[in-house]
């Protein structure tokens, strides 16, 4: 699995939604994982989960599970 560090040059995106705001979370894949880091201090380590547990939360945010009330 690569670490972190191996993902420092690599593809990390933010979401179209963003509007290019810093208070983001960046995405990237890799090593068979899906990491995330906050985009306004990418110096601080990321975050890692398997791409089937990154698949259930993006489902679970479209179903509104999330959401305030």
Same mark, same amino acid.
């Given at each position: 699995?690569?670490?972190?560090?191996?993902?420092?040059?690599?593809? =990390? &995106?933010? /979401?179209?939604? /963003?509007?290019?705001?810093?208070?983001? !979370?960046?995405?990237?894949?890799?090593?068979?994982?899906? =990491? &995330?880091?906050? @985009?306004?201090?990418?110096?601080?380590?990321?975050?890692? /989960? @398997?791409?089937?547990? &990154? /698949?259930? &939360?993006?489902?679970? !945010?479209?179903?509104?599970?999330?959401?305030?009330?």
């Amino acid at each position: 699995m690569k670490n972190r560090d191996d993902l420092t040059h690599g593809a =990390w &995106f933010k /979401s179209s939604y /963003s509007n290019g705001q810093s208070a983001c !979370v960046e995405v990237a894949r890799g090593g068979g994982a899906v =990491w &995330f880091r906050d @985009s306004k201090d990418t110096a601080r380590p990321a975050i890692h /989960s @398997s791409q089937a547990a &990154f /698949s259930s &939360f993006i489902a679970a !945010v479209g179903r509104g599970e999330f959401d305030k009330t």
